[in-house]
């Protein structure tokens, strides 16, 4: 396996969506691919770290003072 | 090997589908649950369409009310978060687009396609690279790594990786082919990656 190949089942290795004998021959790879191991390893850490850490938080007080609103014209029938 | 699975897909009646009837005949507390559960996660997506904090609160706010208006039209073989978030999803466009008087603006715009490129940042991170941050900066970097994307790669990793949604729903709320949508998430994922490695990577001689 080349590493493009690899890295054309990169999602779906992450996302573990490959048959057993694909996964099988991925890590095949990487035991063998320094490049390829980085490559999938700080993907999947790029993926938690987003997953984890709130970028655009709404802030209480913006938070209630929206929910007033929409909530005041449902209430109106929009 | 640990994987990254979808948050998304469980096939039991979802909870939303009883608050959704109530609405439906009459009970408006209903909605107050519905817009409370969900709240958050929509004015992410939009910010991170709209880039803008104010167009973010009118694409809040524009969202809930058309989906409460249109509940009548919500048939329930999609999920109400995904079909909210389509909702969401196209309140940001038009809102992007009146921004930019009146140019289109799509999620096909500024794609680039370097199919199969093999990522040319090598370098290993070092354990945990968040710790060396403080919050609010890395929230910065984050911030400024995934505003950096090109708007139709954006929006796949924030609804598919940050907002939990399958390839499929994915898909159906960006009108967009499930090849489409893998293609566009993995360079996504890789050029995040890629810009990243700037702040997270292992410095030479330095063992963290």
Known sequence: MTCSEFLALLDDLIDDSVAPETRAELQRHLRGCEHCEVTLNTTRKTIEIYRSHEIYDLPPGLRERLHAAIMARCKKGC | ?208
């Open chain 2, 1 to 208: 090997m640990s994987t990254i699975q979808p948050i998304a897909g469980e096939l039991e009646p979802h909870p939303d589908v009883a608050l959704v009837e109530q609405v439906r005949g009459g009970d408006v507390s209903a909605y107050d649950t519905l817009v409370r559960k969900y709240d958050r996660q929509i004015f992410r997506i939009a910010q991170h369409i709209t880039q803008n904090r104010e167009d973010a609160e009118d694409v809040m706010q524009d969202a809930f009310l058309k989906a409460y208006e249109k509940l009548d039209q919500f048939q329930g073989n999609s999920k109400f978060y995904t079909w909210l978030v389509r909702i969401a999803v196209n309140e940001s466009l038009m809102r992007l687009r009146k921004r930019r008087t009146g140019k289109m603006v799509s999620i096909d715009e500024d794609i680039q396609t370097d199919e199969g490129s093999v990522p040319r940042d090598l370098a290993d991170w070092a354990p945990d690279p968040e710790q060396n941050y403080g919050q609010a900066e890395l929230a910065e970097i984050l911030r400024k790594t995934i505003q950096g994307l090109p708007q139709g790669f954006r929006i796949v990793f924030v609804l598919r990786d940050v907002e939990g949604l399958s390839t499929e729903e994915t898909a159906e709320t960006l009108g967009l082919s499930i090849p489409a949508v893998k293609s566009r998430l993995l360079r996504a994922r890789l050029q995040l990656r890629e810009r990243l490695s700037r702040y997270f990577h292992r410095k030479k001689g330095v063992e963290k």
